[in-house]
C-alpha cells in the first residue's frame, strides 16, 4: 500500500570529482539526505537558481538556496582532521561554499527527483 506522507526524506549519493594536479579528478562519495519540495516551491527554486541564464545562476547564490532547501542531512563527510563534520547550518554553507561539492550536491538532487537512477561504483 502506498502510504502519502506529508514530510518526506530520503539518503542519495553524492559524487564529488574534485581536481588533482597533473589534469585528473579523484571521485569522493557521500551521502545526502534530501527532503522532497512540493511541487510549487521546487518550480520557484529552480527558476530562482535559473535567473539570469546559465552564467549567473551559480553567481548569485540561488543555487545554494534550493540546496539549504532541500538538505536536511548528510553521511560521510568529515572534517580535515578526519573526524565526522555533523550536519549544520554553518556546515551545509561551508560545504556549499566549494563549487565542485555545491555542483555535485545539485546534479544528485536533480537526478534524484528526475527519476534517474544514482551510478554505482562495481
Known amino acids: 500500500m502506498f502510504v ?3 514530510e518526506f526524506s530520503y539518503s542519495w549519493p553524492v559524487t564529488v ?7 585528473s579528478y579523484e571521485e ?5 539526505t534530501f ?25 548569485n547564490g540561488a543555487d545554494v538556496n534550493l540546496l539549504r532547501e532541500v538538505v ?13 563534520l555533523a550536519f549544520s547550518p554553518d556546515a551545509l554553507r561551508e560545504l ?7 555542483l555535485a550536491m545539485m546534479r544528485s538532487y536533480f ?10 561504483k562495481n
Open 17 to 23: 570529482r574534485m581536481p588533482k594536479d597533473g589534469g
Open 35 to 59: 527532503r522532497i519540495q512540493a511541487q510549487d516551491e521546487l518550480e520557484a527554486l529552480v527558476a530562482a537558481a535559473n535567473e539570469g541564464g546559465d552564467d549567473t545562476a551559480f553567481q
Open 96 to 102: 556549499t561554499a566549494n563549487p565542485f561539492i555545491r
Open 72 to 84: 536536511v542531512g548528510w553521511d560521510g563527510v568529515t572534517g580535515e582532521d578526519g573526524d565526522p
Open 111 to 120: 537526478k534524484s527527483v528526475m527519476g534517474q537512477e544514482a551510478r554505482r
Open 28 to 32: 569522493e562519495e557521500f551521502s545526502c
Open 4 to 6: 502519502l506522507k506529508k
